[in-house]
């Protein structure tokens, strides 16, 4: 059996089905109980257990063949990054103490930056939980397609979206969430000693890529329109953000190419899910 966080989200709602489809057991790990009843009509057992809550990771981790962890996203951190390292700390408590038979972590490209920015968070869960005496798994994803759901509206309304990655024709390595959860589920099924990290990207999209996607699928002329440096904090500001800086900093190592991958091209993982059909699904969704 296969214990999963963040099950109820994209990705990890994506790696248990991807398990019970290859007819694997899926216990699912949820912090809302009333996230519980729609996973156990899929036949999978149901553990409540907050992610900073060693005791009760203990025992949703206890007697699994493999376990799957997703570090819940912060996108505006504390300066210290305290709530992501809160988790992994309970989660590293709980992984030691009942040794599941392996482990696949959610990471990032670039995590291996030394660089400060929001993708820091990554780094520390690699740094924790790399030293765990059990075979581990660092999935390191590319930039999420999905993350374009911000982009329907604009594209929709006005025919323009605002980018904060440029130049708006240099591609930067993307993934979509499918993928991810597929992948995750065959690492599980796999057998390996230490610490190992994969590496996995879709495709090589551009700005201006995502804006022709949105163009084909609406039928409607759709543009990039490249958000000034200058502007960035103080309108994440005006968002109700506290400490932009984290995320200002991550996009520039995008833009500047530091938040990249550490491995050579021909060892990175590939996902099959095209661009052109996450905007279509964004679309019907929204």
Request: hydrophobic residues 50%; glycine residues 6%; contains cysteine.
């Amino acid at each position: 059996m296969f214990a999963i966080t963040g099950i109820s989200g994209q990705v990890g709602g994506a790696v248990a089905r991807a398990l019970i489809a290859d007819g694997k057991r899926v216990r699912a790990v949820v912090r809302n109980a009333d996230k519980g009843p729609a996973w156990a009509c899929q036949r999978c057992e149901v553990a409540v257990a907050d992610l900073d809550d060693a005791a009760a990771l203990k025992k949703a981790f206890a007697g699994m063949e493999g376990v799957f962890f997703l570090l819940p996203p912060v996108f505006d951190p504390s300066p210290d990054f305290d709530e992501a390292r809160r988790v992994i700390a309970a989660v590293r408590e709980a992984l030691d103490a009942v040794r599941p038979a392996k482990v696949v972590s959610l990471s990032t490209i670039g995590a291996q930056a030394a660089q400060p920015n929001l993708l820091q968070q990554h780094r520390l869960q690699e740094e924790s939980l790399g030293t765990l005496p059990l075979p581990i798994t660092f999935l390191r994803a590319a930039w999420f397609m999905e993350n374009a759901a911000w982009d329907v509206a604009p594209a929709r309304t006005t025919g323009v979206i605002p980018s904060f990655l440029h130049p708006l024709d240099r591609p930067v390595p993307m993934v979509a969430t499918a993928d991810i959860g597929r992948v995750a589920a065959e690492l599980l099924q796999e057998t390996w000693q230490g610490r190992r990290v994969v590496e996995l990207e879709g495709a090589r999209v551009a700005p201006n890529d995502v804006a022709a996607a949105f163009s084909s699928a609406l039928g409607r002329e759709v543009r990039m329109d490249v958000v000034p440096r200058a502007t960035w904090e103080a309108l994440f500001r005006s968002q109700g953000m506290k400490n932009p800086v984290p995320r200002a900093q991550m996009l520039d190592g995008f833009n500047e190419g530091w938040i990249a991958f550490e491995g050579d091209a021909s060892s990175i993982r590939k996902g099959s899910v095209s661009l052109d059909t996450v905007i279509q699904a964004l679309i019907v969704r929204a």
